[in-house]
């Protein structure tokens, strides 16, 4: 019998593959779905700080200072009895989840300022969560703002919400950092239980017929779980904390790879919402199939066991594997005209 089960964040797992914050999560019935799939846990889909500050600008002007506006237009505003933010949306959603479901439910908050989470943070615990991910999605674009406080901004944030609540915390990162191992030591000094990895950034493009700048969704690509692999494998080596990989998992071929790498769990997102969530079943039962025909007997056994420290080459993910690369390439003969 193959032992699926996995330690994520404190948590016990029955197996490493959990969903991760997507539009599948704003459903219960999608939900239930993924939990009939196999889903381990779920992480619901996120609550965005700058949506948040905007929805509570508006509420102070249209509902609290209504008597600043004529009379007559002031009957057009929502009674403030049924008046629902999104957080109160969001709570009512966790609750229900909470209720349906029997596995974890992971409540993700997506911001870059310290203020306000705290308070925020505490509320997501009362309504159940089981683990808060803070993903904080951070475009480093001020020439005057330095490495070093781009830094200081995750670490604030984890500790702001350190003093509030008890239940585990994880970090999703970027890969966008001048030294990562030491980033993901100073968060595991600061409290946190884990860190994600990575972030995608989504990049905007430029429409040559309008001359504007527009956003575009590209669902993630096998190849992208490549970047996982490799600072999974270092960071093994140096942390005891959960790493989860997220990114480029489309089938059990790269769920496996991280799993040995050092994964304690592997997100999964554009393959479901490509392909629904049956997907996730199939990659469990591949991964079963996989396991039994190289005779491993559980995930806590292989799992890491191709992590930087146990490589008999540790270079494999280092600076030599980069020359190796580049050197090994050769131009076929006769394609250049």
């Known amino acids: 019998m193959i032992d699926l089960s996995t330690d994520y964040l404190g948590l016990k797992l029955k197996n490493p593959l959990v969903p991760s914050a997507s539009p599948l999560s704003k459903h219960i019935d999608t939900l239930l779905q993924l939990e009939d799939a196999g889903a381990a846990a779920v992480v619901l889909h996120s609550l965005y700080e700058e949506e948040l500050i905007a929805e509570d600008a508006m509420a102070d002007r249209f509902l609290f200072h209504a008597d600043l506006h004529d009379g007559e237009a002031s009957g057009f505003l929502p009674d403030h009895g049924q008046y629902q933010s999104s957080l109160d949306r969001y709570i009512a959603h966790l609750q229900q989840a909470k209720a349906r479901l029997s596995i974890p439910i992971i409540a993700s908050l997506n911001g870059v300022t310290p203020g306000g989470w705290v308070d925020l943070g505490k509320e997501l615990q009362d309504a159940g969560a089981d683990a808060l991910e803070l993903n904080v999605y951070h475009v480093a674009a001020d020439p005057l703002e330095s490495g070093d406080l781009v830094e200081g901004r995750y670490v604030a944030l984890l500790h702001e919400l350190k003093s509030v609540v008890s239940i585990p915390i994880i970090m999703k990162l970027s890969p966008f950092f001048s030294s990562l191992p030491n980033l993901v030591k100073r968060l595991e000094a600061g409290g946190a239980s884990g860190v994600a990895l990575f972030n995608r950034f989504f990049q905007p ?133």
């Open 205 to 337: 493009d430029i429409d040559l017929d309008s001359l504007e700048m527009v956003d575009q969704l590209h669902l993630s690509s096998r190849e992208e779980a490549l970047l996982r692999i490799r600072w999974t494998a270092i960071l093994r080596s140096h942390t005891t904390m959960t790493l989860a990989a997220t990114g480029g998992v489309h089938g059990y071929e790269e769920a496996m790879k991280l799993l040995l790498a050092g994964a304690d769990v592997v997100h999964l997102a554009s393959c479901l919402l490509e392909h629904g969530p049956g997907r996730l079943s199939q990659i469990l039962q591949d991964m079963r199939a996989w396991m039994i025909e190289r005779e491993y007997s559980s995930v806590a056994q292989l799992k890491g066991s191709m992590s930087q420290k146990n490589l008999r080459d540790p270079s494999a993910v280092a600076r030599l594997s980069y020359i190796r690369v580049l050197d090994s390439f050769t131009p076929r003969a006769g394609v250049w005209r």
